[in-house]
């Protein structure tokens, strides 16, 4: 079995402060992807990238930058928090559209 | 795009009671998938129901899948309290990955 690690657990940052989250993945999956959970709701997509150096936009992406430099790492910054981005971030991989893999989160808090 | 719900709920219900929870979704999928988030843990994959199927089983859960009303059920017989937890179900776009509805929170009291 794989692992999905996501970094770091809790991230606290400023109004306006560019923030980083970090995630990395053990299962040698192609794709993966940047979730924003906001309590009540469901799942919606930020960023996804389906191979090394590539990326793709999601339904929520303007505010966030992504970087996907290695097949098992897939970063995401919030390039000027706001306080209306209290939420959790769920990183997640797949070898296809099917299945995805779920790190635990990072819940971030602007202050 | 596409867009699963489960006209977001919250379920309580006294342990060793059956629950139904029901999505909708609005354009063709050729899978529905259900999650299971438990409190400070991301989603996990509990069962899958293709579009050439109108149930599946896995241990307590039951989902069913009728395409012409594009909507998808997902039963746990005999809840315990470990069963607690927030269930979506999921509906692919193969272009990004998949799409999820609101959730239900099931919350099971021993």
């Known amino acids: 079995g794989g692992i999905i690690t996501q970094t770091p657990k809790f991230l606290i940052g400023q109004e306006g402060q560019k923030l980083t989250l970090k995630c990395q993945q053990n299962?040698?999956?192609?794709?993966m992807y940047w979730y924003r959970q906001d309590s009540g709701k469901g799942l919606r997509l930020i960023y996804y990238s389906i191979t090394e150096n590539d990326l793709q936009k999601g339904d929520l992406s303007e505010g966030y930058d992504a970087s996907r430099e290695k097949k098992s790492s897939f970063s995401l910054t919030v390039t000027s928090a706001q306080k209306n981005e209290m939420a959790v971030f769920l990183c997640?991989?797949?070898?296809?559209?099917?299945?995805?893999?779920f790190g635990s989160g990072t819940r971030l808090t602007v202050l | 795009s596409q867009w699963g719900e489960e006209n977001l709920q919250a379920l309580s219900i006294q342990e060793g009671e059956d629950v139904t929870m029901n999505c909708s979704y609005k354009?063709?999928?050729?899978?529905v998938q259900w999650y299971r988030q438990k409190s400070g843990k991301g989603p996990a994959l509990i069962i899958l129901i293709r579009s050439n199927e109108r149930e599946k089983r896995s241990g307590r859960l039951r989902a069913t899948l009728d395409t012409s009303s594009q909507s998808s059920s997902l039963s746990i017989t005999g809840t315990l309290a470990t069963d607690t937890a927030v269930y979506f179900c999921?509906?692919?776009?193969?272009?990004?990955?998949?799409?999820f509805g609101l959730g239900t929170r099931v919350s099971v009291f021993p």
């Open positions: 299962f040698n999956h192609d794709t």
């Open positions: 999921a509906t692919d776009n193969y272009a990004q990955g998949l799409t």
């Open positions: 997640a991989s797949g070898s296809s559209a099917e299945t995805l893999y």
């Open positions: 354009t063709y999928t050729t899978v």
